[in-house]
């Protein structure tokens, strides 16, 4: 079993910037990798961005390529996703997930195994 914790959402203007983390507590960490995704008012769950257990590889939805970047430090059993340049179109729970050892990065919410609660990131205009 893996718990997963979000924090850092919340209010900010448009072209500002925020850090998501996401932080672990169960089993082996760094077995996992880990993905975001967001889902806003009406919308179904969508893809943002996944890294690979060994932090070697990551993936990105067209909608937040150069803008968002995602990390690791498995030392914290924590995941980060910094947000830059944030849109209101950006507005949305986001939520972390993980994959146990994955052949690739998965960018559908089926293949995770264990997800966070959200937190909430809103965008204004």
């Known amino acids: 079993q893996v718990q997963l914790v979000e924090s850092g959402g919340g209010l900010v203007q448009a072209g500002g910037s925020l850090r998501l983390s996401c932080t672990a507590s169960g089993r082996a960490f760094s077995n996992y990798a880990m993905g975001w995704f967001r889902q806003g008012p009406g919308e179904e769950r969508e893809f943002v961005a996944a890294?690979?257990?060994?932090?070697?590889?990551?993936r990105y939805a067209d909608s937040v390529k150069g803008r968002f970047t995602i990390s690791r430090d498995d030392a914290k059993n924590t995941v980060y996703l910094q947000m830059n340049s944030l849109k209101p179109e950006d507005t949305a729970i986001y939520y972390c997930?993980?994959?146990?050892?994955?052949?690739?990065?998965?960018?559908?919410?089926?293949?995770?195994?264990?997800w966070g609660q959200g937190t909430q990131v809103t965008v204004s205009s």
């Open positions: 997930a993980a994959d146990y050892l994955p052949w690739v990065l998965y960018d559908t919410t089926g293949k995770y195994d264990y």
């Open positions: 890294i690979s257990w060994s932090g070697g590889t990551t």
